[in-house]
């Protein structure tokens, strides 16, 4: 196994005394994790999310996160998140490289986060036409190619400081397709599964309302 990178450590080190104490958490269902080949499937309730989940994991978990492409455009700020396992891709169309990467990182062994919404979903606002935003087939695509362990995740919100809040990681989730990569339908129907499967551990359905 190759050795941590000497920044990210430093990174979470800090990162994770401070935002605990600043946004302290009850955590659960993290024995559950396997320990590689994992794609994580949060909710997405706020900008926090990554950081705040990404430092429940042990140090040494190797996560990597698929982030938007408007965080990288400041030079040295995207050096940053590379540095500490973050890349790129572009929410408006197909990203072929960020997908490729995606399933290197899979396939290497380490383990990825990946909102299915594609945004940030608050308190059921992002509903579109009246139906809450769907996921996003690509999500289902990356895991199944990979032979991933797919597991929801829900991550409370809003965040306000000192105020506690819940993420709560759910069984690894198997997906169920037809032939070798499964179709275009089927791959949506398992990135709505897996997003069903986050926000019903937190006793909500789709886009953050009560069920």
């Known amino acids: ?5 000497p920044f990210f450590s430093f990174v979470y080190c800090v990162a994770r005394a401070v935002l605990r104490i600043l946004y302290p958490a009850t955590v659960e269902g993290l024995e559950k994790l ?4 994992v794609l994580l499937c949060p909710n ?3 900008n926090w999310d990554p950081v705040l989940v990404a430092i429940q994991l042990p140090r040494n978990y190797r996560l990597h996160i698929m982030a938007k492409d408007t965080l990288f455009r ?20 197909s ?16 383990n990825l986060l990946i909102f299915p919404e594609g945004t940030v979903i608050r308190d059921g606002i992002g509903y579109i036409d009246g139906l809450p935003a769907h996921a996003k087939a690509g999500v289902a695509m990356i895991g199944v190619r990979t032979g991933a362990k797919l597991v929801p ?51 909500q359905a789709v886009g953050g309302r009560p069920l």
């Open 1 to 5: 196994m190759k050795p941590l990178n």
């Open 34 to 37: 396997p320990r590689s080949g």
């Open 44 to 46: 997405h309730s706020s």
């Open 74 to 93: 400041n030079r040295v700020f995207g050096w940053i998140l590379r540095k500490l396992g973050a890349f790129p891709v572009d929410r408006g169309s």
């Open 95 to 110: 990203d072929i490289r960020s997908v490729k990467t995606a399933m290197q990182v899979l396939k290497s062994g380490d």
């Open 153 to 203: 995740v829900f991550v409370d919100g809003p965040k306000k400081p000192f105020r506690r809040y819940r993420i709560i990681f759910g069984d690894p989730y198997e997906p169920v397709y037809t032939g070798r990569h499964g179709t275009a339908e089927e791959m949506q129907r398992i990135a709505d599964g897996i997003l069903e499967a986050a926000y019903a551990l937190g006793g």
